[in-house]
Nanobody
Framework: QVQLVESGGGSVQAGGSLRLSCAAS????????MGWFRQAPGKEREFVVA????????YYADSVKGRFTISRDNAKNTLDLQMNSLKPEDTAVYYC???????????????????WGQGTQVTVSS
């Protein structure tokens, strides 16, 4: 089991910044690729960004490229998401998720992930 706890959500005006963090506990953090997903009211959960187990590879949704930055610290078992130039359409509940390193499944697909946090709300006002 991997337990994931997100923090750092909140309300911000358009153009502002927020930093989300995800603390992991349980199994060896470096055995997992990690991702951030988000879900807005009435919409399906969508991929935002992911990072490989080593941190050597990152994958961004087109909608956040150049604005969001994912990072991880395997020594501290933490995952971060720096969000800059936020837009109202970024408003959603943000979830961190863990995907077993050698598991089958596309890194951008929610069903490929084994563990999920409880989510943290991000609200961007215009």
């Amino acid at each position: 089991q991997v337990q994931l706890v997100e923090s750092g959500g909140g309300s911000v005006q358009a153009g502002g910044s927020l930093r989300l963090s995800c603390a992991a506990s349980g199994r060896t953090f470096s055995n997992y690729d990690m991702g951030w997903f988000r879900q807005a009211p009435g919409k399906e959960r969508e991929f935002v960004v992911a990072i490989s187990w080593s941190g050597g590879n990152t994958y961004y949704a087109d909608s956040v490229k150049g604005r969001f930055t994912i990072s991880r610290d395997n020594a501290k078992n933490t995952l971060d998401l720096q969000m800059n130039s936020l837009k109202p359409e970024d408003t959603a509940v943000y979830y961190c998720a863990a995907k077993a390193r050698y598991s089958i499944g596309l890194i951008g697909t929610p069903s490929a992930y084994n563990y999920w946090g409880q989510g943290t709300q991000v609200t961007v006002s215009s």
